[in-house]
């Protein structure tokens, strides 16, 4: 048999005789296996275009003056700029692997400003493909899309936020490195931890391992990521639905290797934070409480989340800084209509959590302890 000439395919009670050559087939999962490929390699290529013109930006007298071109301390890769990286906490950061790359600039580029935002547009384009590949992890688990909607679904979702306005600061503002680089590393940590806990048992631990080594790349860039842990654990919940809702299900068997496995990713958080505290104090830069007292902090908090959301939403009247009033008040009105918008989005999202997105619940199933995710009946 010179190839293969047609295929018989079983749907329900009846049978389909597929006529086709060996070259059509070939063709067909080709051009599949060819677009698959294509489409993080055209994601990337689409975020670099976008922000290309960054590369024109220049340097700012905006903290570049002092992180940059006249701060000689990172210039070069030799032992004393090495040094320098892993002990300075300038402007209250303690990014050693970002200086490392600001080290390679010089080193490359000199004090060429266009050298410098090629490199943080190369990190950035590389975040497409990486945000790319976890929303198509993500949505493969909290839908029941045919493939093809799967991958325009994340093509959609990475394009929403590579393209955003809230992306230009982080690209085209050459001390912002540290964005683009913690955020790569993130994206690669959920990546890994999304492959172990699809994959099989034998890759499982390697994969974990590579997960909680992205993740201390990922601090080393720059320390707000220390919060990683908790996204993580969200996931659990959904959409991987490796936790209950029942707070009795947490100290199950069954729950107990989901929560053992988060142990080096906690402890990495923490001494992130504790570094980051520790760079913050050190440069004067943590809010007081005299300047804020605890009864303001509510308001603040809930007021970040709605500026946030609102900025996303409709990105206008962008700024590099976003300053608080002298005084900060929960019945104030410019903080009260916030919090109640956010907690009626939080209380309809809770309402619809059978129903939307696209109606996934995580059962219990008759296994004591297991969980999956499926659609309410």
């Known amino acids: 048999m010179s190839g293969i000439e047609g ?36 994601l990337a290529l689409t975020a ?72 943080s547009l190369v990190i950035f384009a590389l ?42 600061e982080s690209v085209g503002w050459a001390t912002e490195r540290r964005d683009v680089l913690s955020g790569l590393f993130f994206l690669l940590t959920v990546l890994m931890y999304l492959k172990a806990v699809d994959g099989d048992e034998r890759r499982r631990g390697w994969r974990l391992a590579a997960s909680v080594g992205m993740f201390a790349l990922a601090l080393v860039s720059k320390g707000s990521v220390m919060v990683l842990p908790l996204a993580l654990v969200v996931l659990d919940f959904y959409p991987l639905c490796r936790l209950g809702w029942r707070w009795r299900e947490w100290i199950r068997r069954s729950a107990r290797a989901v929560w053992l496995e988060k142990i080096p990713f906690f402890v990495l958080g923490v001494a992130g934070g504790a570094i980051t505290y520790y760079a913050q104090n050190t440069n004067a830069f943590i809010t007081s409480l005299a300047q804020y007292p605890l009864s303001a902090r509510p308001a603040m908090v809930l007021y970040s989340l709605w500026f946030y959301l609102a900025k996303t939403a409709v990105p206008q009247g962008l700024s590099p800084l ?56």
């Open 127 to 168: 975040n497409a493909p990486a945000l790319y590949f976890v929303a198509l992890r993500l949505l493969r688990r909290a839908t029941q899309f045919s493939e093809g909607t799967l991958r325009l679904s994340a093509v959609a979702a990475t394009l929403f936020f590579v393209i955003h306005p809230l992306r230009a």
């Open 322 to 377: 976003y300053e608080l009033p002298a005084r900060v008040s929960l019945v104030d009105r410019h903080f009260l209509l916030p919090a109640l918008g956010v907690m009626a989005i939080t209380a309809t999202v809770v309402a619809l959590r059978r129903r939307w997105p696209a109606g996934p619940i995580c059962p219990q199933s008759r296994k004591e302890g297991e969980h999956h995710c499926g659609r309410k009946e």
């Open 48 to 119: 670099f275009l976008v922000f290309l013109p960054a590369l024109w930006n220049g340097f700012v007298e905006w903290d570049d003056q002092i992180n940059l071109y006249d701060n000689p301390q990172y210039r070069g890769l030799t032992w004393p700029q090495i040094r320098w990286m892993f002990t300075s906490v300038l402007m209250g950061h303690w990014i050693p692997l970002t200086w490392l790359t600001f080290g390679l600039d010089y080193v490359l580029w000199e004090m060429k400003p266009a050298g410098y935002h090629l490199t």
């Open 7 to 42: 295929a018989e395919i079983a749907v329900g009670a009846t049978a389909r005789r597929i006529e086709a050559s060996p070259g059509v087939l070939h063709r067909r999962l080709s051009a599949r296996v060819l677009g698959s490929r294509l489409i993080p390699l055209a």
